[in-house]
């Protein structure tokens, strides 16, 4: 089993930063990577970026790219998502999830494995 803990979320103006923390813990050598999701009030959960335990390749979300970064510290077996420039569309409830998938070809939610308890983020206009 992995267990994931995220925080970080808050209250931000928009065009403000947030950074957000997932840190796992358990048999993380069952997962090949992370990655974030996020749920609106009344909408599906949503891709937003992902990284692997090892090499440098990220993958994001339209929605997101050039605007948030995902990183990870396989010291502490966590794995950040700064989030700037943010906008009130943004405002949801972010999720870390891990499992064992392809970088690109795993944006939807029961492609993985394990997922944290989430942490909101609210952006005000």
């Known amino acids: 089993q992995v267990q994931l803990v995220e925080s970080g979320g808050g209250l931000v103006q928009a065009g403000g930063s947030l950074r957000l923390s997932c840190a796992a813990s358990?048999?993380?050598?069952?997962?090949?990577?992370m990655a974030w999701f996020r749920q609106a009030p009344g909408k599906e959960r949503e891709f937003v970026a992902a990284?692997?335990?090892?090499?440098?390749?990220?993958y994001y979300a339209d929605s997101v790219k050039g605007r948030f970064i995902i990183s990870r510290d396989n010291a502490k077996n966590t794995v950040y998502l700064q989030m700037n420039s943010l906008k009130p569309e943004d405002t949801a409830v972010y999720y870390c999830a891990a499992g064992r998938f392809i970088l690109g070809r795993a944006t939807l939610p029961r492609q993985y494995d394990y997922w944290g308890q989430g942490t909101q983020v609210t952006v005000s206009s």
């Open positions: 990284i692997m335990w090892t090499g440098t390749n990220t």
């Open positions: 358990g048999r993380t050598s069952n997962t090949f990577g």
